[in-house]
């Protein structure tokens, strides 16, 4: 039986992706050391709902020195991070000497905004390089996981805060009781904990199975995130939709009792309920869905392929390490990637040992049929790359289903 991370309750798993490497390990060409794979499968907790992975990765083994993911390398979230900034000092920021703490702040893409503004503001980020970047463009960074006891230290060194911010960071990780109690140490008796992610409303609604690796190792949603918070004395008190990396919401916690919870926590918690997002006839149509859609697919390349068609790929997500290592899709289906991360280029996809190739090349000539695995991206990236239609290209898309465009 496999146990709770969050109340000990059962956990019943639904999907087994099977051996799978880690999402954000792309290899150097020369690189014969051993891979390092692990049994990506996940579950659903029966007493608390939480939806989360059965097998847990060491975080040194993810987020490390060149960890690759910049968070500024896409125009539409430096967009969504400076707005979610402005919006976090005008609403949150009252008093005279306000203090933001991101959880997560990766290139400073949200912090940037911040520091800019003079407000008083610290980053916690342990993966190096892009602490560095952070730093470098002048904001404070505190080298080191979030857990209780960086809190504890935060805490002494500069006392409360108003805010405690996190995007895509908290699903990533499974200590989240250390996560919550570090909140509860920090956070100021007025202050907000505010975070964003991935939603299992829109993962199960549109079939995005992707959106499950390594790093995801929760999948949120209102109904999990009030349960989980109340155990540690906060409260939901409002949620909200947001349309960025193919559907999230954005959790705002209080102390117990400080605010009254908006009708939308009510809204979206029945929602859930009425849906039954997670019942367990509905997660194993989502399972058969997902099956599906990768034979579809990889069906789709092959037909392509043996019609002499050209094909590659378009951003070297995280996601495409599920979708490539489970649909079995290497070098003979799409033979590269094109992304715009230096720290990716020159590499080979996990897993599945794809070359990962700057998008300076991908007009050189164009490919017939990109897979567009940066769906999340998918109106920035085409609307950039209006040439490669023009001149006949087509993408192919996934998500909900495999469609040409
Ligand atoms: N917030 C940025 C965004 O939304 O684009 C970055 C998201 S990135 C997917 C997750 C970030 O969380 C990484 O930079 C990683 O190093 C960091 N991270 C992972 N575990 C963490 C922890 N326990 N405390 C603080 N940051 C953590
Ligand atoms: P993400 O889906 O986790 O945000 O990752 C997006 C990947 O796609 C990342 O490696 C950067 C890459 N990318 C491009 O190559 N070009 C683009 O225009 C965008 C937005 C992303
Ligand atoms: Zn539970």
């Known amino acids: 039986m496999i146990t709770c991370r969050i109340c000990q309750g059962s956990v019943q ?16 060409p020369d690189d014969t050391s051993t891979e390092f794979f692990y049994r990506l499968a996940v579950g659903v907790c029966e007493q608390c709902t939480m939806v989360q992975l059965t097998e847990e990765v060491p975080r040194e083994r993810m987020f490390r020195e060149d960890y690759p993911y910049h968070s500024s390398l896409s125009s539409v979230m430096r967009n969504h991070f400076e707005q979610t900034a402005r919006h976090l000092m005008e609403t949150e920021c009252r008093g005279p000497d306000p203090f933001i703490v991101e959880i997560g702040c990766n290139d400073g893409a949200m912090l940037g905004t911040v520091a800019r503004s003079g407000v008083r503001h610290l980053g916690v980020e342990p993966s190096r390089d892009v602490a560095e970047l952070a730093t470098a463009k002048g904001i404070r960074v505190h080298f080191d996981f979030f857990q209780e006891s960086t809190a504890a230290e935060i805490r002494a ?75 540690f004395g906060l409260e939901l008190v409002d949620v909200e ?69 050209s094909v590659a790929a378009y951003g070297a997500t995280a996601k495409s390490a599920t ?14 990637i094109f992304d715009s991360t230096a720290a990716k280029q020159g ?36 609307a950039k790359e209006t040439a490669f239609r023009e001149q006949g290209g087509k993408w192919i898309l996934y998500v909900p289903n495999v469609h040409v465009v």
């Open 347 to 382: 590499r080979l996809s996990p897993g599945s040992h794809v070359p990962v190739r700057p998008i300076e090349e991908f007009a050189e000539p164009y490919p017939d049929y990109v897979l567009l695995f940066a769906w999340n991206h998918a109106q920035e990236i085409i």
């Open 13 to 28: 798993e639904f999907f087994d992706f099977g051996s799978q490497p880690l999402s954000d390990a792309f290899r150097k």
């Open 241 to 309: 939709r947001l349309p960025v990396h193919g559907g999230e919401v954005r959790y705002t916690l209080v102390r117990q009792g400080r605010r009254e919870p908006s009708p939308e926590v009510a809204a979206l918690t029945e929602d859930e309920r009425r849906r039954q997002i997670v019942d367990s006839a509905i997660l194993e149509q989502f399972g058969i869905q997902v099956k599906r859609n990768c034979e579809e697919l990889t069906g789709l390349l092959r037909e392509l392929r043996a019609a002499g068609h």
């Open 157 to 231: 060194a500069d006392g409360p805060a108003d805010v405690i911010y996190a995007a895509n960071t908290i699903c990533h990780i499974p200590y989240l009781d250390s996560v919550f109690r570090g909140v509860d140490i920090l956070l100021a008796p007025d202050g907000v904990f505010v975070f964003e992610d991935p939603y299992l409303g829109d993962i199960v609604d549109r079939a995005s199975f992707d959106q499950i690796y390594d790093e995801h190792f929760y999948l949120f949603s209102a109904s999990s995130v009030r349960t989980a918070a109340r155990r």
């Open 323 to 336: 979708v490539m290592n489970y649909a079995g899709i290497g070098p003979d289906l799409v033979p590269r």
